[in-house]
């Protein structure tokens, strides 16, 4: 892993895979708000997806649609908006906080651990209320979700975390909202198969399900949907415009950002760049790593077909891994597909070849051969038996994608100002979870540069997300958090050597 992580990273490639989201592209996908770049900003940001979209949302939200507020805010966006991971995820809100809340507690206390719970659900909550109330046509479907489970330790664990989550937070509070399903209900309700067959030599057996709130979205469409009110607010977003450096000018407070098309000096720099970071801001490299995720969009089987949409979303849990999958609502353009993304610890060496890369211009043929035979399994069928049922007739995969995550030392987003430097920030490294984390983090962030960094901020936004020196000093070791049982050993994400 160190060595993956010391491979540079560099900018978003040019041609990448097309996404499931991103067809067709939405009509500002090449905006450029002024023919000219301008050389002067108030404020730039990098980055067009959630986190920089919300961090301008956040911004401009007091200025009135069709008005220009007091600041001069540039967006620059590498390729076309909202073109990296926000729209090229698989479109799940969903937290999946008990499978942490155990680790978080033993690492900073139980009152942390219901913080971290909290904002989760309550980004979830945010981000599908504001899709309503600002009418943006984006799917946005609160829902319930499964975790189907196929390991016994991870069973177990399982109700040893919600019972803590229980305990830990008031009676009927929803953010500890679960339910346990035996395997005879995960099979009759959710129309799982209670053998899913066996993988690299271990069968997957069904252990159970875990059932709670959650939701699916197309970030895509939430995405720039959130940019066109940002848009008529003032925002200047500069489309195919790679921001190539970041000079200190001499007076020590102001900074130059270099790109193709010319310069602009500015006060701030704010970069939403997550697996990308490193790219521009060398000192992150080690510390925000990239990981490429896999996705597959698939038609139903005959025999899912007739239960028309899947009314919840799924993962499927297993030792040292997991997919996710999200039944497209009705109503959707392709309503019934199921979109699924993980397999990653289906590749060679678990997936180690993934980290470090920013290659989202083609496929692992390992995960996509492993994420196309998956359903049958954990439905039964592909042969016309089970739940599955037979192929559609125009075949099972419709598209497939990937996309560049963001990861960091200790599985924490890094938020707040870039230490020992004055008007440089950032809101990066959400660990493949930012659809329940970049609203919060981007509101947070500009509570921190508007001076806002009081008790109320700190109340709810979690101090194990904010930037410190000694986090960038911790050893990379690549996706944490991900079993519902506390881990061995020391803290997670030690000091490197």
Known sequence: MDERAKIRVTLPRETPTSSYWQDPPDDIADERTTKDLPNKADIVIIGSGITGAAIAWNLLKDVNPGEKGSRNI??????????????????????????????????????????IARLEYKNIQAVHAFAKEHNIHCDSNPCHSIDVIYDQAQWTASHEAVAAMKAAFPEGDP????TFHSPAEVQSKFHCALDAGTVAGEPQTLYGGVSYPAGSISSYAFTTGLLKLCLARGLNLQTTTPA?????NRDERTWTVQTPRGNIWTKDIILATNG???????????????????????????????????????????????????????????????VIGGGLVRAKEEGLGEYGTTDDTTVNEEISTYLRDTLTRYFGGGDGKGNWGEDHPDGRVRKEWTGIMGYTPDGF????????????????GFQGHGMVLCWMCAKALVEIMEGRDNEELKAWFPEAFRIRFERTRKRFQGKLHTSVAVPPGPSVGGESG
């Open 74 to 115: 540039v967006m620059l966006e590498a390729r076309q908006a909202c073109s990296g991971a926000t729209g090229r995820n698989g479109g799940h809100t969903k937290a999946a906080s008990y499978r942490s809340f155990l680790e978080h507690a033993s690492l900073f206390g139980t009152p942390a651990a219901v913080q």
């Open 175 to 178: 953010v500890a909202e679960y």
């Open 244 to 248: 190539t450096s970041l000079m200190k």
């Open 413 to 428: 987003p890094m938020v707040g100002a870039v230490p020992g430097e004055t008007g440089f920030w950032l809101s990066c």
């Open 276 to 338: 990308y970071t490193a790219a521009i801001a060398p000192t992150f490299q080690g510390v925000i790593v990239p990981l490429r995720g896999q996705v597959m969009a698939q038609r139903p089987g005959s025999k899912l077909l007739d239960q028309a949409c899947l009314p919840t979303t799924y993962s499927f849990i297993y030792d040292k891994g997991y997919e996710y999958m999200i039944p497209r609502p009705k109503g959707s353009r392709n309503e019934g597909d199921l």
